[in-house]
């Protein structure tokens, strides 16, 4: 049987783009979320079925990669591949190009995973699974694999001077239809730790902007673990784990009270010129963040 591959496109809108005038990392997210939803509706099971059936479809991790800038207005094409099934779970490949050109922008492996709620019938999780997961393409190869810090060495070192802490309370609009925090909004979450972490130290956007260069997010990976409910307050901690001449690798880790873990993410940066060609990070940058490494 043919592999079948669901096709999405859409235009980027004009309130997405950033202080740099390109659409900001977070509505990735958000492009490939729906392209989920319109390929379950593609398979004759829409998400308004899934519900009413006391069932949830869940993310447990996202692993995406950002390759080419994208601009306003441009048209995209969202392409969605299973690459891998199992009995309720799976890995969905995504891929976002430029229609224009084909340029591929993003692409992200989506592990997922049906699960029946409060009443809802196993059978019916074990079911859409198979539908949602048909025509595994076991060919498509995997991405590298990355390992996240210790939890109890992050905990340990929490009142340092290496991390930087945000509170953070969920507001009822980052809901979804599970009553729970959508997870294109943990990707926003997780921004705003980056840009307080580059604050902290010494206004690292501001020092690489006064030599004409700019900073830039190249791979996420985001690991979902419980959820997060309206008007729970958590702790987003925020930290470097990795430099070199080439990237940055900061690790973002948020949890609710008593440090139970909601989600985390690795998050590896690199650095622009104004051409948008990647280029060796500053000698005095790297000496500058050192301090700050988490070991």
Same mark, same amino acid.
């Given at each position: 049987?043919?592999?079948?591959?669901?096709?999405?496109?859409?235009?980027?809108?004009?309130?997405?783009?950033?202080?740099?005038?390109?659409?900001?990392?977070?509505?990735?997210?958000?492009?490939?979320?729906?392209?989920?939803?319109?390929?379950?509706?593609?398979?004759?099971?829409?998400?308004?079925?899934?519900?009413?059936?006391?069932?949830?479809?869940?993310?447990?991790?996202?692993?995406?990669?950002?390759?080419?800038?994208?601009?306003?207005?441009?048209?995209?094409?969202?392409?969605?591949?299973?690459?891998?099934?199992?009995?309720?779970?799976?890995?969905?490949?995504?891929?976002?190009?430029?229609?224009?050109?084909?340029?591929?922008?993003?692409?992200?492996?989506?592990?997922?995973?049906?699960?029946?709620?409060?009443?809802?019938?196993?059978?019916?999780?074990?079911?859409?699974?198979?539908?949602?997961?048909?025509?595994?393409?076991?060919?498509?190869?995997?991405?590298?694999?990355?390992?996240?810090?210790?939890?109890?060495?992050?905990?340990?070192?929490?009142?340092?001077?290496?991390?930087?802490?945000?509170?953070?309370?969920?507001?009822?609009?980052?809901?979804?239809?599970?009553?729970?925090? &959508?997870?294109?909004? +943990?990707?926003?979450?997780? %921004? $705003?730790?980056?840009?307080? #972490?580059?604050?902290?130290?010494?206004? =690292? !956007?501001?020092?690489?902007?006064?030599?004409?260069? &700019?900073?830039?997010? +190249?791979?996420?990976?985001? %690991? $979902?673990?419980?959820?997060? #409910?309206?008007?729970?307050?958590?702790? =987003? !901690?925020?930290?470097?784990?990795?430099?070199?001449?080439?990237?940055?690798?900061?690790?973002?880790?948020?949890?609710?009270?008593?440090?139970? #873990?909601?989600?985390?993410?690795?998050?590896?940066?690199?650095?622009?010129?104004?051409?948008?060609?990647?280029?060796?990070?500053?000698?005095?940058?790297?000496?500058?963040?050192?301090?700050?490494?988490?070991?």
């Amino acid at each position: 049987m043919e592999k079948k591959t669901y096709l999405f496109e859409l235009a980027t809108r004009h309130y997405e783009l950033d202080s740099f005038y390109h659409i900001n990392n977070t509505n990735y997210f958000r492009y490939i979320e729906e392209a989920r939803v319109q390929m379950m509706g593609e398979q004759k099971f829409p998400v308004d079925l899934v519900r009413s059936s006391n069932t949830m479809t869940l993310l447990t991790r996202l692993d995406g990669f950002f390759r080419s800038q994208v601009r306003h207005p441009e048209t995209l094409v969202i392409e969605s591949r299973q690459r891998e099934v199992r009995k309720v779970r799976g890995v969905l490949r995504q891929v976002i190009r430029r229609k224009s050109d084909s340029t591929v922008c993003f692409e992200a492996d989506a592990h997922w995973a049906y699960v029946n709620g409060p009443g809802g019938s196993k059978s019916d999780a074990v079911k859409f699974a198979s539908i949602f997961g048909a025509m595994a393409d076991n060919a498509i190869e995997p991405f590298s694999e990355i390992s996240f810090p210790e939890r109890t060495r992050i905990i340990d070192k929490a009142n340092n001077n290496k991390i930087v802490k945000v509170n953070i309370e969920v507001r009822p609009y980052e809901l979804d239809a599970y009553q729970h925090v &959508n997870n294109a909004v +943990y990707s926003n979450y997780f %921004e $705003f730790g980056r840009w307080k #972490l580059f604050e902290f130290t010494d206004s =690292l !956007r501001k020092r690489l902007k006064d030599l004409g260069l &700019n900073i830039i997010l +190249y791979r996420s990976t985001i %690991e $979902f673990i419980k959820p997060s #409910l309206v008007f729970e307050k958590l702790t =987003l !901690r925020n930290m470097y784990v990795e430099i070199s001449a080439a990237k940055i690798i900061t690790y973002h880790e948020l949890s609710g009270k008593r440090n139970e #873990l909601k989600s985390r993410v690795r998050a590896e940066v690199c650095v622009i010129n104004s051409f948008g060609k990647p280029v060796r990070i500053p000698a005095e940058i790297l000496e500058s963040l050192r301090p700050y490494i988490i070991s």
